[in-house]
Structure formats: structure tokens, C-alpha cells
């Protein structure tokens, strides 16, 4: 297919998707729907493996790792402000790369963000019960998929307003971290007025306790952790003036992910013992304790199922945009394309959540296993669609005449040297995953889902011509 005609193509589905999607979120929205889907339950209940795993050492981790993710980041930014569309890196994929990896990575990312809603509604169902022992985990599990999803036919505008709220309470969790953690470490607060200092950090065995080995394998954790901003990207379809907004939120969001989490794990990590975590629980726990908060549990069960339920909530939003995205390639059910009165995917939302109740029946099989099984199987899904924005950026690049080079009002960083690094750290932590047993889980359910949807895209005939950009909807 010619440019011409590719860019003939871009328009028509840009007619498609405006005429029915609104814009109604604001950068306000768009930030903090992408910090929610980010700032989950892996940082309040999954830092304190992190921490097992490399010591003092996970904070220069989480700096690696974010400096990735803002290269990623940046590089969809750059393809999401040319064109702003609904679908957003699968639809590049597709145009820049081929129908073969905007398939893949539209497919992929839908089955990423349907296990996350798995893994989050597993961790609310944990934190129930220890306010509600009687109650069995798989129904506080599936009940939240079938509230959140229910949040997600309201109108966009009110959705976002949710999900502001949602995030928010987090956000002033960490801050509230942060505050009163400095004041122990520097002030002496709740320590009869004797600064703890930053001892600590390198007091127990070093800054590299584990090893370099510890703190390679917990590059993976890392970089996990930041998986899910690219979610920023499928809200371009339905954000007000894209130009502006899209940009301000992704500049704003990488600089306050990496102080929210280097924040939070630093003051954790002064404050008491890395080798004293595991013994300990949650390493948030340890923290409310330390400063004389006599509710920690209950504080922590708050924040934790607040960001359980907000994760949910951007994920099946996602959901819901990658299945309508799909459909209107010909990848999945035409029915799929349809939208509410509300400027909602009713129909791509109702599978998302329905496919996600049906993983979240682990709850009631294992539910000691489910939130663990869950977490480690989206690991290798999130990390190959980051990889696949960042080979699709490169071909993107290529596709643009200089005209249009020099027309980009918001471009990659250090370009192309910085994809090449990101592309190649994704690479090293995907070989770590490999070698490592704890990593392996990943591969286990990761590979089989991707061997899976190739599968299918052969036998279902989705490399003939018809669906080479080509069929009309």
C-alpha cells in the first residue's frame, strides 16, 4: 500500500473513531488514569520481594527502569500527537510495521490487561478478608471486576473523574510516605528525636547485599513495575486538544512515578533494615508501625484495595479500546465496534470484564496462588508490547518524509540511540527472566498465549489480502 494511500486510511479511521469517541479527558484525566494503572498493588505489595531480592540496590533498579519507560514513553508520545487515535500502539503497529504485529500486540496487550484486572481483584479479595475472614476471596474478587466494569459505561468524562479520584487517594498515600518517612529519617520523629539517617541504606552488607545477581534479577520487578503507562497512548482517541495534553501528561507522569517509587522505597529502606522485611510483611506496614500509627493494617487495607480497584478500573478502560480497535481492523467480532450513546465500547467492555471474571475463578481454586500466578503472567506480555512500540517508533521514523520529520512537535529523546538502549535493556531483562527459576512463570503462560494468537491469525486467514489495510468496515 502507498503512503498516500496509508494516509488515506489513517484519516478514514480517525472519521470513524471521532464521530463516535469523545473527548472528554483532560490532561488532569489522562495523568492520573496512567499513574492509577501504574501505581498498583505492585508497589504495595509486591516492593517487598523486590526489596528481598536485591536489598538497597533495588533503588538504583527502579532508576534504570525509569529511564526506560520514559524512553518508551516518549515514543509513543511522538506517534500519539502525529496522529491521535483510539487503539493507539496497536494501530501503529499495524500501519508502521505490519497486520502481523498490530494483531499481536493489540491481542497480547488486551490478554495483559485482563490478567491485571485478575491479579488486582485477587489482591482486593486478599485484603477483604482480613476485615471480612467469613467471606470467601472469589467474591470480593469477581463482585469489584463487576463494579469497576459497571463504572466503565458511565459516560468517558465521568469515568475519568472516577478514576482522578481513585488515584488520587494514592497518590497522597505515597506523598504522606514520603513526608512523614523524611521527617523520621532527618527530624527523629517517633525516635525520641534521634535522626535515623541514611545508615541504613548501606549498613547490612552494602548497597549490593545479594550480588550483582540480586540486582540484575530484580531489574525484572523494576521494569514491571512501571509497565501499564503506556496505557497513556489509548486514551488519545478521547482526550481534548491531544496536542497539548498528551504531551504535558507524559512529561509530568515519568518524573512523578520515579519520585513516588524511589520516594517511597528510599524512606522504607533507611527507616528499617532491608533484611528485616521479609520477617516483617508488607514493607508499608513496617512503615505506618515505625511512626507510631496504631492502625497500620487498616490504613494499609485502604490504600492497597483503593489501588487494587483503580488498577482495575484503567485496565478494563483499556480493555474495552484495544478490543474496539481490533474489531475495526476485521482482528475481532464486528460487534465489537459498537458505541454507546455515552461514547462507550459497550460491547469490547462487557468481553474484558466477562474474560476476566472467568481467570478470576482462581480465587475460588487457589486463592493462596491466584494474585502470584496472576502478577507473573503478564510480565513477558507487558515487556514485548513495550518492545513492539519501540521497533514500531523506529519504522514509524522511516515512513515520514523530511517534510514531516521537521514538522513533529514532539519528539523521542536522543533519538535513535535512546531506542536502541531501551530496546536492548527490554532484551537483557526478558534473558534474566529465562535463566532465573522465579522468572520462569512468565515464559510458561507468556509464550503460550503468543504462540496461541499467531495461531489463530493464520488459521482465521488474517494475512490475506482483505486485512492487509485494505477492508473497508
Not at 471521532?18 to 501505581?39: D, N, Q, V, W
Not at 500502539?89 to 491481542?107: D, I, N, Q, S, T
Amino acid at each position: 500500500m502507498t503512503n498516500q494511500h496509508r494516509n488515506k486510511a489513517v484519516s478514514a479511521d480517525q472519521v470513524i473513531e471521532e464521530s463516535h469517541l469523545k473527548r472528554h479527558l483532560k490532561s488532569r484525566h489522562i495523568l492520573l488514569m496512567a499513574l492509577g494503572s501504574t501505581i498498583g498493588v505492585g508497589l504495595f505489595l509486591g516492593s517487598g520481594t523486590a526489596i528481598a531480592h536485591a536489598g538497597p540496590s533495588i533503588l538504583l533498579a527502579y532508576l534504570l527502569a525509569g529511564v526506560v519507560a520514559f524512553i518508551v514513553l516518549r515514543a509513543l508520545g511522538e506517534m500519539a500527537v502525529h496522529n491521535p487515535i483510539a487503539g493507539s500502539f496497536a494501530h501503529y503497529a499495524h500501519e508502521y510495521v505490519g497486520p502481523l504485529a498490530g494483531y499481536l500486540v493489540g491481542w497480547g496487550y488486551w490478554f495483559y490487561w485482563v490478567i491485571v484486572g485478575v491479579a488486582e481483584v485477587s489482591a482486593v479479595g486478599i485484603y477483604m478478608g482480613i476485615w471480612f475472614p467469613e467471606m470467601p476471596q472469589w467474591i470480593w474478587a469477581i463482585s469489584s471486576l463487576i463494579f469497576m466494569g459497571g463504572l466503565n459505561f458511565i459516560a468517558v468524562k465521568l469515568f475519568g473523574e472516577f478514576e482522578f479520584w481513585f488515584a488520587l487517594i494514592k497518590v497522597f498515600a505515597i506523598i504522606a510516605i514520603i513526608a512523614f518517612g523524611g521527617m523520621v529519617i532527618f527530624f527523629g520523629l517517633s525516635n525520641g528525636g534521634v535522626p535515623l539517617g541514611l545508615t541504613n541504606l548501606w549498613a547490612n552488607g552494602g548497597f549490593f547485599p545479594t550480588g550483582f545477581d540480586g540486582f540484575l534479577f530484580s531489574l525484572q520487578m523494576a521494569l514491571f513495575a512501571y509497565v501499564g503507562i503506556e496505557m497513556i497512548g489509548l486514551s488519545a482517541g478521547e482526550a481534548e486538544n491531544p496536542e497539548k495534553t498528551l504531551p504535558m501528561a507524559i512529561d509530568s507522569l515519568i518524573i512523578r512515578i520515579v519520585v513516588f517509587y524511589g520516594g517511597a522505597l528510599l524512606v522504607i529502606l533507611c527507616i528499617y533494615p532491608w533484611n528485616e522485611m521479609g520477617s516483617q510483611g508488607s514493607p508499608f506496614v513496617v512503615m505506618f508501625e515505625r511512626m507510631g500509627l496504631k492502625e497500620a493494617a487498616g490504613v494499609v487495607n485502604f490504600v492497597v484495595i483503593t489501588a487494587a480497584l483503580s488498577s482495575c478500573n484503567a485496565g478494563i478502560f483499556s480493555g474495552g479500546r484495544l478490543l474496539m480497535g481490533l474489531a475495526q481492523k476485521g482482528f475481532a467480532p464486528a460487534q465489537m465496534k459498537k458505541i454507546s450513546k455515552t461514547g462507550v465500547p459497550s460491547l469490547a467492555v462487557i468481553a474484558t470484564v466477562s474474560t476476566a471474571i472467568v481467570g478470576s475463578i482462581l480465587n475460588f481454586f487457589v486463592p493462596e496462588k491466584a494474585f502470584i500466578w496472576a502478577t507473573s503472567a503478564v510480565t513477558l506480555i507487558g515487556l514485548c508490547v513495550w518492545l513492539v512500540i519501540l521497533m514500531t517508533q523506529l519504522q514509524f521514523r522511516k515512513k515520514l518524509s523530511q517534510e514531516q520529520l521537521d514538522g513533529l512537535t514532539y519528539k523521542s529523546i536522543l533519538w535513535p540511540y535512546s531506542i536502541w538502549f531501551a530496546i536492548a535493556f527490554i532484551l537483557l531483562v526478558i534473558f534474566i527472566m529465562c535463566i532465573h527459576p522465579e522468572g520462569i512463570i512468565g515464559l510458561i503462560v507468556g509464550v503460550p498465549i503468543i504462540l496461541f494468537l499467531v495461531l489463530i491469525y493464520y488459521l482465521k486467514g488474517f494475512n490475506k489480502k482483505e486485512y492487509l489495510g485494505q477492508k473497508t468496515n
